[in-house]
């Protein structure tokens, strides 16, 4: 059997990448793309619903377009300051830096508030889905309640889809404190999961929901603790793709769920 | 190798720190501006089908505005953008082989 020494005091010769750019660009593109798809055969099942049924509701009236459109300006102002954050750390100034993440947090933050407060109201007026808990006191009356058991297709898509969404900007929101922030952030989420926990009534779902922020916490420590490091411009670029993906996939979201099912008077 | 993947990043952040920033306030007005229209458009009572055309190109636009500036695809190689970019848009497009399905229980009444 042959033997082979391995030197180690010779300077590695590394062939260049295949894509002109560092690994960790690469694999987020690759993860990127395989979310598009998740997200894509999700719209395109949206879609598919829509085209099949011939009484497909139309129940957005003026206020939830309104209150989508302040959303989106958020989602898109917020990819504004992250941009502006990975310039601040190509340029190494720091400062600037977490300014612009933590800046692009609060706009990720507002958007899921008014988010979760459509999502309540709606709740409220009777769209729900089966598994959602039910509403203490009284049965859902009204145009909603209506919607949700004649086609029951729309609250299903409509939850899955934004609900998944909503999901991936809250991830974002961690993903950006932890760069921002490190260590620091992991005290500031287990406030945001109590504020979350304690602060919604028992039969919302995001009273359940909340826990998501408590396992994040729970991860982010591990590898906070396991792995700690000073995140560099990459990484801020790297984040920034992840944060520019769900804007990007709101642009979609918006006018197919939304404006798509608007009722305007 | 970790400090081979730390030279690529700086030789990427050098080309990064030469964009101009105005160009993100242009693009960023130009997504709003976008979605003001889309906005309007909602409230003038188009026919569905026109609609949708409408406002999926705008939709097509802004992405493409925020992959290519935001994203900062257009500054990467020729390689790195048509292999990802054809290969997604290939994807997406093979699933719209479901749609002629959704006409057909249209057609057949199906519930």
């Known amino acids: 059997m042959a033997e082979v020494t391995v030197p180690h005091d010779l300077p590695a010769v590394y062939e260049p990448s295949l894509f002109g750019t560092y690994s960790k660009k690469i694999g987020m593109w690759l993860f990127l793309m395989s979310d598009s798809l998740t997200f894509g055969a999700i719209l395109y099942a949206y879609s598919y619903g829509r085209i099949s049924t011939p009484s497909w509701p139309t129940p957005f009236h003026s206020e939830s377009i309104v209150n989508a459109t302040i959303m989106t300006a958020f989602l898109l102002t917020s990819s504004l300051t992250m941009v502006l954050a990975v310039r601040a750390s190509v340029h190494g100034n720091a400062k600037a830096q977490r300014l612009w993440l933590l800046a692009t947090m609060a706009c990720g933050i507002g958007f899921i508030v008014l988010h979760a407060l459509e999502w309540s109201k709606l709740i409220a007026e009777g769209l729900s889905l089966p598994v959602f808990p039910k509403l203490p006191g009284r049965a859902a009356v009204g145009e909603f309640a209506n919607v949700a058991q004649t086609v029951p297709q729309f609250p299903a898509t409509f939850f899955g889809l934004t609900g998944l969404h909503m999901l991936h900007v809250t991830l974002g929101v961690i993903y950006l404190g932890v760069v921002a922030l490190r260590r620091n952030f992991i005290p500031i989420l287990l406030v945001f999961w109590l504020a979350a926990w304690l602060g919604t009534p028992s039969y919302s779902p995001f009273h359940y929901g909340a826990h998501v922020l408590l396992a994040a916490a729970v991860v982010c420590s591990i590898i906070l603790w396991l792995k700690p490091k000073v995140y560099d411009s990459s990484d801020v670029e790297v984040a920034g793709l992840y944060w520019h993906f769900v804007d990007l996939v709101w642009m979609f979201i918006f006018p197919l769920v939304y404006l798509m099912s608007a009722r305007i008077l | ?111």
Do not use: N
């Open chain 2, 1 to 111: 190798m970790e400090a081979f993947q730390e030279a690529i990043a700086e030789r990427v952040a050098e080309q990064q720190r030469h964009h101009g920033m105005a160009q993100f306030f242009w693009v960023w007005g130009a997504l709003l501006g976008m979605t003001a229209i889309e906005v309007y458009l909602t409230y003038q009572h188009l026919q569905p089908v026109r609609m949708l055309t409408i406002l999926m190109g705008l939709s097509l636009v802004k992405a493409a505005l925020i992959i290519g500036y935001f994203m900062h695809m257009k500054y990467e190689i020729s390689r790195m953008k048509w292999l990802t970019m054809c290969a997604l848009v290939a994807c997406l497009a093979l699933m719209m082989i479901f749609f002629p399905d959704a006409l057909r229980i249209l057609s057949l009444g199906v519930k």
